[in-house]
């Protein structure tokens, strides 16, 4: 790569979006957040902050909205529940309990009034300031297999400036997304965006 960027220093914080109204999920979403919504036996959310912390971010700002107070209680410790599994004995149960609330430290933005992914992101640069910082999203969920975030991190220390993971879709389907015109480099899965 030959444009070189600026390096500002190491990734250390997640910044994870999840503002939006759920309008896709109605009516499962009408009372209960998105993000809060299972899959098999946590919620989505949780998939999302494991992921920033298996990649080294344990610094994780959220930005939520109205009616997603159950995403801060998630991540919080519930006492009340844990001493109850606690004098059942059942440490498998309070095991998950509290893994939720010991994966990363955990900041809450909330942001005003529905503007768009462009301005929930703005909401945290009072906590990320000047440094660089990862952004994920919750829409599709990455196999925790898959190191995809480490990746992205470790090419934007070595290139600087903004790194973005990309997939092919299906003609039919790319309204639903963004899209980009790409050009290869010499690192065979690392592409340029040309436009």
Not at 36 to 64: C, F, N, R
Not at 86 to 112: C, F, P
Not at 133 to 156: K, N, S, T, Y
Request: aromatic share 4%; glycine share 8%.
């Amino acid at each position: 790569m030959n444009q070189s960027f600026p390096r500002l220093g190491r990734i250390s914080k997640a910044v994870i979006p999840a503002a939006g109204l759920g309008t896709r999920f109605l009516p499962a979403t009408k009372a209960t957040p998105k993000e809060m919504l299972p899959v098999v036996d946590k919620p989505a959310i949780q998939y999302v902050v494991e992921e920033a912390v298996a990649a080294g971010l344990s610094d994780v700002l959220m930005i939520t909205g109205r009616n997603k107070r159950p995403l801060e209680d998630h991540f919080d410790r519930n006492y009340e529940l844990e001493e109850a599994l606690s004098r059942k004995g059942d440490d498998e149960r309070l095991s998950k309990v509290q893994e939720s609330s010991d994966l990363a430290t955990m900041h809450y933005v909330r942001q005003g009034a529905p503007r768009g992914l462009g301005h929930a992101v703005l909401c945290a640069a009072p906590h990320v300031g000047d440094q660089p910082f990862a952004v994920l999203l919750g829409d599709d969920l990455i196999d925790p297999r898959d190191p995809l975030l480490a990746r992205m991190v470790e090419v934007q220390e070595r290139e600087g400036g903004s790194v973005i993971a990309l997939m092919e879709v299906d003609p039919s389907q790319i309204h639903l997304y963004g899209c980009a015109a790409v050009e290869p480099t010499v690192d065979g899965d690392v592409v340029r965006v040309t436009d």
